[in-house]
């Protein structure tokens, strides 16, 4: 059965960074993106963007150009996502999910989340 | 960017009802919408696939439907385990969009 199997809960000072792990499972990590959406205030989901793990292609949304960083280890069927110089408004949870170009398998599958709080 | 409107933003019901849900597209994004219910505490668990289709698992009496740049989900004969958060979501272009979501409580 698919899995996406996320690391855990993460407390960091304001200006450090955080780097967080999706490690996938029950299916061909190379044939499905990645995507990473955040979740703030307990309502409102953010697509961040995603990687392609057979290519290490990317796509971001604008908002978080310079903020996620999305690499792969397809060793180890892992998808890692960094964020730096880290403030309160990165205080949320944030997802990992797959998807497919055709659409039928989008978001289908969904990590636990990794709760990040920002705070001296 | 595709804004995805979303209303109500939170509905008071009663089990038994038939809910709907709905989003507006800013502009065309075709069949490539999803909806996504959440509980408190869990991950989004997709409902509705490319606008009309049902996700595995998913119980009968939710449906999805489109009505030109607007999209719905309805919930028909509202059980107790249906109260949660909904999100719509679009794909067709990038970024990908998610409406604000909407809060199902119960009377």
């Known amino acids: 059965q698919v899995k996406l199997l996320q690391s855990g809960a993460a407390l960091v000072k304001p200006g450090a960074s955080v780097k967080m792990s999706c490690k996938a499972s029950g299916y061909t990590f190379t044939d499905y993106w990645v995507s990473w959406v955040k979740q703030s205030h307990g309502k409102s989901l953010e697509w961040i963007g995603e990687?392609?793990?057979?290519?290490?292609?990317?796509n971001f949304n604008e908002k978080f150009k310079g903020k996620a960083t999305l690499t792969v280890d397809k060793s180890t069927s892992t998808a890692y996502m960094e964020l730096s110089r880290l403030t309160s408004e990165d205080s949320a949870i944030y997802y990992c999910?797959?998807?497919?170009?055709?659409?039928?398998?989008?978001?289908?599958?969904w990590g636990q989340g990794v709760m990040v709080t920002v705070s001296s | 960017d595709i804004q995805m409107t979303q209303s109500p933003s939170s509905m008071s019901v009663s089990l038994g009802d038939t809910v709907t849900i709905t989003c507006r597209a800013s502009q065309d994004v075709g069949i490539y919408v999803n909806w996504f219910q959440q509980k408190p505490g869990k991950s989004p668990r997709r409902m509705i696939y490319r606008a009309t289709n049902l996700a595995d698992g998913v119980p009968s009496r939710f449906s999805g439907s489109r009505s030109g740049s607007d999209y719905s989900l309805t919930i028909s004969s509202l059980e107790s385990e249906d109260v949660a958060d909904y999100h719509c979501l679009q794909y067709d272009e990038y970024p990908n969009t998610f409406g604000a979501g909407t809060k199902l409580e119960l009377k």
């Open positions: 990687i392609y793990p057979n290519s290490g292609a990317t």
């Open positions: 999910t797959r998807s497919d170009t055709m659409g039928t398998h989008y978001f289908d599958y």
